[in-house]
């Protein structure tokens, strides 16, 4: 093979794997999307009905028109709360408030619209909230009021525990591994380096997947991430037990994903600190190990362990 066949093949092989690397990236999930069908009180499809999206989490706005059969599709929405607004000739503007967009998900909302003016405003509030019947795996969408609602830690890791089939597991923490010797106990090859892991699944904590804005970060040999980020700027942590798509294929156990909070139409900051004195922790007390040597005290051949 000349030399110029060999450096166009390499360039093409290069190129191949930039777009798989692209390709992963963007796979990762951290908007949700909205669709349905436009319709008038007869049940006939509204064809060029404007459909407009706004919401707490969205710079601008992002509007579509419907097509022949009266269908629209949003992609790409950050997660949060979405007010979505319906115009159309010779109808009146229909306006719905308070629609929850979760990360990973796909509702349907299908909008029926009154005749008469378009300056005349239905609004509709209280409805039913929308059903997602895309979503085909088992996931929990710890949203940001459910995060301020909720007792948890510092870690975004300490919520985890709030979805089905995930659990804390002590021994795949720091604890784990640890050996006797002379000087006490030395961390041994397991573990995670944190107070403690969590399984999913009944997988241990290696085997799951950690995700911040789409990007891994979990420690391949202990588990868990290092990588922490404060709850106040996270906008919603998704839980991923089982039916888990092909692209985390490294995740035998589940998909811990942490999408962080974007911008607004409105500007808007805020202070906050953190403080925790002596005072307010706990510790456990020290449980005496067997000693094979027929000591019973932390300084036979086994030391307590706290």
């Given at each position: 093979m000349s030399f110029s066949r060999r450096l166009v093949v390499t360039l093409l092989l290069a190129m191949a794997a930039c777009l798989l690397v692209n390709t992963q990236v963007s796979a990762q999930e951290t908007t949700g999307g909205l669709q349905g069908t436009v319709k008038d009180s007869t049940g006939a499809v509204v064809s060029s009905a404007?459909?407009?999206?706004?919401?707490?989490?969205?710079?601008?706005?992002?509007?579509?028109?419907?097509?022949s059969a009266g269908y629209y599709r949003f992609a790409n929405?950050?997660?949060?709360?979405?007010?979505?607004?319906?115009?159309?000739?010779?109808?009146?503007?229909e306006k719905r408030e308070g629609l929850a967009i979760e990360t990973g998900h796909l509702p349907t909302v299908d909008i029926t619209l009154e005749v008469g003016g378009a300056a005349e405003v239905v609004e509709v509030s209280g409805a039913a909230p929308v059903i997602d019947v895309t979503t085909n795996t088992n996931q929990t969408n710890l949203t940001a009021q459910t995060l301020n609602d909720t007792?948890?830690?510092?870690?975004?890791?300490?919520?985890?525990?709030y979805a089905p089939m995930a659990r804390n597991e002590p021994l795949a923490g720091n604890s784990a591994g640890m050996t006797g010797n002379a000087n006490g106990s030395t961390?041994?090859?397991?573990?995670n380096g944190l107070a403690n892991g969590f399984s999913i699944g009944g997988a241990a904590?290696?085997?799951?997947?950690y995700l911040i804005e789409g990007q891994d970060t979990e420690n391949i040999s202990g588990g868990a991430s290092n990588a922490n980020v404060p709850f106040p700027?996270?906008?919603?942590?998704?839980?991923?037990?089982?039916?888990?798509?092909?692209?985390?294929?490294?995740?035998?156990?589940?998909?811990?994903n942490v999408v962080m909070k974007k911008g607004s139409n409105?500007?808007?900051g805020s202070f906050f600190g953190t403080y925790e004195g002596d005072g307010l922790d706990g510790s456990e007390n020290g449980s005496l190990r067997y000693d094979p040597n027929g000591s019973l005290t932390p300084g036979g051949g086994w030391r307590a362990r706290f």
């Amino acid at each position: 093979m000349s030399f110029s066949r060999r450096l166009v093949v390499t360039l093409l092989l290069a190129m191949a794997a930039c777009l798989l690397v692209n390709t992963q990236v963007s796979a990762q999930e951290t908007t949700g999307g909205l669709q349905g069908t436009v319709k008038d009180s007869t049940g006939a499809v509204v064809s060029s009905a404007r459909v407009e999206v706004t919401g707490n989490a969205l710079l601008g706005t992002k509007a579509i028109d419907t097509d022949s059969a009266g269908y629209y599709r949003f992609a790409n929405l950050p997660p949060g709360t979405y007010t979505i607004t319906v115009t159309a000739k010779g109808f009146k503007t229909e306006k719905r408030e308070g629609l929850a967009i979760e990360t990973g998900h796909l509702p349907t909302v299908d909008i029926t619209l009154e005749v008469g003016g378009a300056a005349e405003v239905v609004e509709v509030s209280g409805a039913a909230p929308v059903i997602d019947v895309t979503t085909n795996t088992n996931q929990t969408n710890l949203t940001a009021q459910t995060l301020n609602d909720t007792p948890h830690g510092y870690s975004f890791q300490s919520v985890i525990q709030y979805a089905p089939m995930a659990r804390n597991e002590p021994l795949a923490g720091n604890s784990a591994g640890m050996t006797g010797n002379a000087n006490g106990s030395t961390p041994g090859s397991s573990g995670n380096g944190l107070a403690n892991g969590f399984s999913i699944g009944g997988a241990a904590d290696s085997e799951s997947s950690y995700l911040i804005e789409g990007q891994d970060t979990e420690n391949i040999s202990g588990g868990a991430s290092n990588a922490n980020v404060p709850f106040p700027f996270i906008q919603e942590v998704q839980i991923k037990t089982s039916g888990i798509e092909a692209e985390h294929g490294g995740a035998l156990g589940g998909v811990v994903n942490v999408v962080m909070k974007k911008g607004s139409n409105a500007y808007h900051g805020s202070f906050f600190g953190t403080y925790e004195g002596d005072g307010l922790d706990g510790s456990e007390n020290g449980s005496l190990r067997y000693d094979p040597n027929g000591s019973l005290t932390p300084g036979g051949g086994w030391r307590a362990r706290f």
